[in-house]
């Protein structure tokens, strides 16, 4: 039998993101980015991994018929009061599992290093807001960060969908709704809760991702209907949350969507995670706030990824923070180191990188005087 209490204690114990149960492997934890076995731990065999599909799944008739026809299931699992984000998978035909470790007390997003201008963009009245990155960049916990934000100093009405449900907030000066997206749950699909949202009269709707043009043109519908819609999508950076969403429609479509993308979307931010000197991770953000210049590169026949990258530079003044210029700063704070800030960057970017280090530098060498 595989004491599960154990594994699980040791992970929150020693403040693990994650942990993977996968067969021919010792149970393996993920602690600021190293794969850590558990201690004392055994090779999982095909038996055992049966036995964790059926912990996991506590016997859930439609859960198995999900995992049993797609060969995939998302659910949560809870622990000694910390819920758990549960993924099963398949490898040869034989279940795996990687379990993610929601904290009990969510961050503020001050704390989280997500730059003010994101907040204060969520006091808009209507349009497109994206918090973007790659797995395991912190895009989860961002966007619960600026969900309770919003609760505890807006009067609005918001609405969540997910899959799963991770975070459980309760409406403090907002009035909150959290929906689940799945076979049985609150809604068939992210299409299927955007498109109701637009009846029930919510201030705020967030997406837990927009993974396809169904559920972007949904989102494109509510935001252009008076409401402010915050999502996520897993893009690199800002310029590729642009070109991504363009490709989600057919060529003879795209002209028309960069018009109306042009017009509701006000913010991308594209966070990465990066583990600090201190051992800690270390949110490195990408801001663009999308003003006339930007607009008028999205509307362009072909999107350059470079115009993008120069309009987000010339517009520090407005909110938007350069991905160079976020490393550059936490380098000079000490967060990181000059190769974890190099290794983020193009070589042909290097020397504006040392530029930007000196000029930050010297800024703050004349205030100190």
């Not at 899959?163 to 068939?188: R, T």
């Amino acid at each position: 039998m595989i004491n599960f209490s154990k594994i699980f204690n040791e992970a929150i114990s020693k403040d693990a993101s994650d942990i993977h149960f996968i067969i021919g492997n010792k149970p393996t934890m993920r602690i600021a980015r190293e794969l850590v076995p558990v201690k004392n731990g055994k090779i999982l065999t095909e038996e055992d991994m049966n036995e964790i599909y059926d912990f996991l799944i506590k016997g859930n008739i439609d859960a198995d018929k999900i995992f049993r026809t797609t060969r995939k299931l998302d659910t949560i699992h809870e622990h000694a009061g910390l819920r758990f984000r549960v993924n099963i998978s398949s490898t040869d035909g034989i279940p795996i599992a990687t379990l993610r470790i929601i904290k009990k007390d969510l961050p503020t997003y001050e704390s989280l290093g997500v730059p003010d201008i994101v907040r204060r963009t969520t006091f808009q009245t209507q349009g497109l807001v994206l918090v973007t990155g790659k797995t395991n960049s912190g895009k989860t916990t961002t966007l619960n960060a600026l969900i309770n934000e919003i609760n505890e100093n807006q009067n609005k009405k918001i609405l969540t969908l997910e899959n799963p449900v991770e975070y459980k907030h309760k409406s403090k000066k907002s009035l909150i709704v959290q929906k689940e997206i799945g076979l049985g749950k609150d809604a068939l699909s992210f299409h299927d809760g955007v498109k109701n949202s637009l009846r029930e009269d919510c201030d705020i709707l967030v997406i837990g991702e927009i993974r396809d043009k169904v559920t972007m043109d949904a989102a494109i519908e509510m935001a252009e209907s008076g409401h402010l819609v915050i999502g996520t999508l897993h893009t690199k950076s800002c310029a590729e949350t642009i070109d991504r969403i363009i490709n989600f429609y057919e060529i003879r479509d795209q002209a028309q969507i960069k018009y109306m993308l042009s017009s509701i979307l006000k913010l991308v931010i594209a966070q990465r995670l990066l583990p600090g000197i201190d051992g800690k991770l270390v949110l490195v953000p990408e801001v663009m706030v999308v003003d006339n210049v930007v607009s008028g590169i999205i509307r362009k026949d072909k999107i350059s990824v470079s115009e993008i990258e120069d309009a987000i530079q010339s517009s520090s003044g407005k909110g938007s923070i350069g991905l160079i210029n976020s490393l550059a700063k936490l380098f000079v704070e000490e967060k990181i180191t000059l190769e974890q800030a190099k290794a983020q960057i193009e070589e042909k970017n290097i020397e504006i990188l040392n530029r930007t280090i000196m000029q930050i530098k010297i800024k703050q060498d004349s205030s100190i005087r």
